[in-house]
Structures are given as structure tokens and as C-alpha cells.
């Protein structure tokens, strides 16, 4: 980790961070294997690089070793709702797994969160699931509130939320 750097990602990355991000969500999620390339990955550039979007990358040596992004908050959960708020929902972050507990995935939030802050979000939204080890404490320690939990026996999809 001597030459561990965290980077907005540019075009030419594209073909790493999809080839990353699909390796990492078929171990933590095999239940969405053969589940298609997820519509921000397909169209990557427009989304995180000329939307409004926003992506960092954690590269050691060279290599992406970590990622995390926010998109706008689309409303997809009904029951979750802000009005004329400018609300943001973090996804993508993966760690590799001998990458994990130094304090990266920390590192990575707190570089995000700082764009968001730059990107007057008043809230940042997020959801997780149980099943992924310390993720909700993980995101507790960062200043997220559990708002909702879906009654879904499997997923048990976790909702949580930061006012900035």
C-alpha cells in the first residue's frame, strides 16, 4: 500500500473499473450473476464522467484496488422520499480483499464525501444489505442513520441516510 493513490477516474479507465467493479459484485452479490451489466457501468462516461455523477478509484502500484461512486438519488424507493433536497446515493464501493480493514474503504467515503459537499448535496443516501460483513456498522461509524429496513427475507435491504 507505499503507493496507494485515490483518483477521479478518465476515460481510458473505463475498461478496468467495469472489468473490477463485475468481479467484485459477483462475489459480495452471486445471487445477480447473469444479471446484466448494470445501466452505470454500461454507460459509465456519461454517467460518472460528464453526468452528475461522480466516481474515485483507489489504485496501488498502478492497479485499481478499490472504487466508489454516488449518482443522483432517483427516487426508486417510493417510501423514501426528499422533496427539494439535492440527495445523492452511494454505490459501487468494493474493496479487494487484501485491501481490506487499513482504512481504505474509509479513505475512498470521505474523498467522495467531500465532492458531495463541494456538489451542495444535502443528503447522502445509501443501502445495504445484512449479509455483507460490517457494512452497516461500517456505515454507522460514518455518520449514517438507519431509516428503513425492507421486511425481504433475503435481501433485508438496510436504508440509511446522512444529512450533510
Request: charged share 20%.
Amino acid at each position: 500500500m507505499d503507493q496507494l493513490t485515490i483518483v477521479a477516474p478518465v476515460s481510458a479507465d473505463i475498461p478496468e473499473i467495469i472489468e473490477f467493479t463485475l468481479a467484485a459484485r459477483a462475489e459480495l452479490f452471486p445471487k445477480l450473476d447473469g444479471a446484466g451489466m448494470p445501466a452505470d457501468l454500461a454507460d459509465f462516461a456519461s454517467v460518472y464522467l460528464n453526468g452528475k455523477g461522480r466516481f474515485l478509484l483507489a489504485r496501488d502500484a498502478g492497479r485499481i484496488v478499490a472504487c466508489v461512486g454516488y449518482l443522483p438519488y432517483d427516487s426508486r424507493f417510493p417510501h423514501l422520499a426528499y422533496p427539494g433536497l439535492n440527495v445523492v446515493e452511494v454505490v459501487r464501493l468494493f474493496v479487494h480483499p487484501a485491501y481490506r480493514r487499513p482504512g481504505l474503504a474509509t479513505r475512498l467515503y470521505e474523498a467522495l464525501k467531500a465532492l458531495a459537499v463541494a456538489d451542495a448535496v444535502d443528503v447522502i443516501y445509501l443501502h445495504t444489505h445484512p449479509f455483507l460483513p460490517g457494512a452497516i456498522d461500517f456505515w454507522r461509524k460514518r455518520g449514517f442513520d438507519v431509516i428503513d429496513i425492507d421486511a425481504d427475507p433475503v435481501w433485508q435491504t438496510t436504508h440509511m441516510h446522512s444529512p450533510l
